[in-house]
């Protein structure tokens, strides 16, 4: 009913930056939250930045003052701008909406596939 499709992704240098975005589309009426999380090797998956429809981004402590999450309501996308990049950014990224489906009266949450964003040293 909904997807997720991201872009963005690659291999970037240590201090370097990429920007990732990831758009929504389906059976949309409207979207309450959408954020960004990611899974290093051998890890659990962690909340990068979460965004409320008319709120401030909320960020993980260790991506503050290098990360900027944003979206835009109109074209249902959310992006991840990405600066002063470091080896232990390294991660599968995913998108994630928490969305009202058109015609029906409860969220539904959703993922994106993920895309892998690998820096090196």
């Known amino acids: 009913q909904v997807q997720l499709v991201e872009s963005g992704g690659g291999l970037v240098q240590a201090g370097g930056s990429l920007r990732l975005s990831c758009a929504a589309s389906g059976r949309i009426f409207s979207i309450n939250t959408m954020g960004w999380y990611r899974q290093a090797p051998g890890k659990q998956r962690e909340l990068v930045v979460s965004?409320?429809?008319?709120?401030?981004?909320n960020y993980a402590d260790s991506v503050k003052g290098r990360f900027t999450g944003s979206r835009d309501n109109a074209k249902n996308t959310v992006y991840l701008q990405m600066n002063s990049l470091k080896p232990e950014d390294t991660a599968i990224y995913y998108c994630?909406?928490?969305?009202?489906?058109?015609?029906?009266?409860?969220?539904?949450?959703?993922w994106g596939q993920g895309t892998l964003v690998t820096v090196s040293s």
């Open positions: 965004i409320i429809r008319g709120g401030s981004p």
């Open positions: 994630n909406a928490l969305v009202v489906v058109a015609g029906q009266s409860t969220y539904l949450e959703v």
